[in-house]
């Protein structure tokens, strides 16, 4: 009999008999979460509203959500941003609106039949609906176009009369076999009418992006299901977010508490333009001082939209969530090159942060997009830190290695749960922390700068007293050093004529 470690009493055996038991793996390896999953809210001209899309660059934005748009908080530019600073992310990306988007659409024949753009916005203007001969006789095609689409064609529909429009809706909506599903980009309904079809090429109308009243609350949304804005990337195993463009300093602290619930590192702006003692002034009244957030001062960027042929200014967000998303979670912002940003608000009116304001910038808890970096001349942040006053946690790397290291063990760790509590178990147990943490020893992702043993796991019984035990508690303390991030690099230099050299000789003795 073949049965399954567990799944019979070996101590209560009556009959007879071989009994092989199926032994599962006694050591349980823990794979490391995603780190290169990134969030963006914003607006767009066409997909699907408050829905997580994921994309991998900016041909997939195309095709489901249409072309960036010059406008403030549009998700699209964002994206193209972040696409920028290299293409090893995957990013959700959430559309919004104000709620007056309309889908386009139009009526054919006076109640035959109407086309209905899949998704509302301004894109579905663009679409166009052939009906033409089809290739069998007696028959019609459908063709659907649409910009940034695959074209569609449903052809061989039939039937006089009422009869042609319902079945020309039904393959249209169902699809008429496994090489041509239902369209993904218009929907039909038929009508009661019975005129013959003309052959004639129809133009969507009246699509609308729903922008004209886009606030932060819009952008935040609403965390009760339907899950809408922010609230729609629960659970997606995002590291990082960003609401695009939202410069509302009011909402910080709603920003900072769904990253603390999440593991996502925020990553906030204030207003384009913005002055010092403003901003310092905002983030004090929002009282923020977190690791989960980094606010980035109001100094937006000059980005080149060569799809709408305009040098425009916008939300530093982007690049920074592009940068991080493709950075590893031990590393930093701080020093790292950004790629498209033409110039900031500061840089264009030829001027350079002095040494004082970046002090109180940096003292305040804000980052920076600028130029130069201490590597030279090129963009990027000039802190590499979160919003947190403390100096021990306030570096990316602190956010990120943390965010990281907890939603492993919280997708992993959860198999002991149910087990008995025995010395094999937390022995197993343990071996699997260690595994785990000697692997980001191993690859370089913690450790510290003696080379010594860079955790530490505690699992017996020093920490699980017998009562504690009874109760049915397993507890494991876990210690883990960051490697870390140089902030400032002091070399002292002595010169002068009479500064003395002391030098060893390295002259071989050969005297035996």
């Known amino acids: 009999m073949i049965v399954q470690q567990g799944s019979i009493n070996t101590t209560a055996l009556v009959t007879p008999d071989l009994y092989v038991q199926i032994v599962p793996p006694s050591v349980y390896l823990l794979n490391g979460v995603p780190t290169n999953i990134a969030g963006l809210v914003g607006t767009a001209q066409w997909g699907p509203v408050n829905s997580p899309t994921i994309v991998g660059n900016l041909a997939d934005f195309t095709r489901q959500f249409g072309n960036i748009q010059n406008r403030k908080y549009d998700v699209g530019t964002a994206l193209a941003a972040a696409v920028l600073q290299g293409g090893s992310g995957a990013y959700y990306v959430v559309r919004v609106t104000d709620g007056t988007d309309v889908a386009a659409t139009i009526a054919v024949l006076t109640n035959c039949i109407t086309f209905t753009s899949k998704w509302t916005g301004t894109l ?264 947190s006053s403390n100096a021990v946690i306030h570096g990316d790397n602190y956010t990120r290695m943390t965010n990281y290291i907890a939603a492993t063990l919280n997708a992993g760790m959860g198999i002991y749960v149910g087990q008995l509590q025995s010395a094999d178990v937390r022995r197993n147990a343990k071996v699997t922390l260690d595994s785990f943490l000697q692997g980001l020893a191993d690859q370089d992702l913690i450790g510290n700068a003696d080379g010594t043993t860079p955790f530490q796991t505690v699992l017996d019984s020093t920490n699980n007293l017998p009562s504690r035990v009874a109760l049915g508690y397993m507890q494991a303390d876990v210690k883990v050093q960051y490697l870390s991030v140089i902030e400032y690099f002091l070399v002292n230099l002595e010169g002068g004529q009479s500064v003395s050299i002391s030098r060893t000789s390295t002259t071989l003795n050969n005297n035996y």
């Open 124 to 387: 579905g203007n663009s679409c166009q609906v052939t009906i033409a001969t089809g290739s069998a006789a007696n028959s019609y095609k459908v063709m659907v176009a649409q910009p940034g689409q695959q074209p569609e064609v449903f052809d061989n529909i039939t039937g006089t009369g009422n009869a042609l429009w319902v079945n020309m809706a039904a393959a249209i909506t169902n699809g008429q076999n496994a090489l041509r599903g239902p369209s993904q980009i218009i929907k039909a309904t038929a009508g009661a009418g019975a005129t013959a079809a003309s052959l004639a090429t129809y133009s969507l109308a009246g699509g609308t992006d729903g922008i004209a009243t886009i606030t932060s609350a819009v952008l935040i949304g609403q965390d009760t299901v339907p899950r809408k804005g922010m609230y729609a990337l629960r659970n997606l195993a995002v590291s990082v977010a960003a609401l695009v463009d939202c410069d509302d300093t009011t909402v910080y602290t709603t920003q900072v508490s769904f990253g603390l619930s999440e593991g996502v590192y925020m990553i906030a702006t204030g207003p384009a333009g913005d002055t010092i003692s403003n901003a310092v002034s905002a983030k004090n009244t929002a009282g923020i001082d977190s690791y989960a957030i980094k606010i980035l001062f109001g100094d937006w960027c000059l980005f080149n939209d060569t799809v709408n042929g305009v040098q425009r200014l916008i939300s530093p967000q982007g690049f920074v969530v592009g940068l991080l998303s493709n950075l590893a979670p031990n590393q930093s912002t701080l020093n790292k090159p950004m790629q498209g940003i033409i110039g900031t608000q500061k840089t264009i009116a030829n001027q350079v942060y002095s040494g004082a304001e970046l002090q109180t910038l940096a003292a305040a808890g804000f980052d920076l997009i600028t130029n130069p970096l201490p590597r030279g001349p090129a963009y990027g942040c000039r802190f590499g830190r979160n919003t």
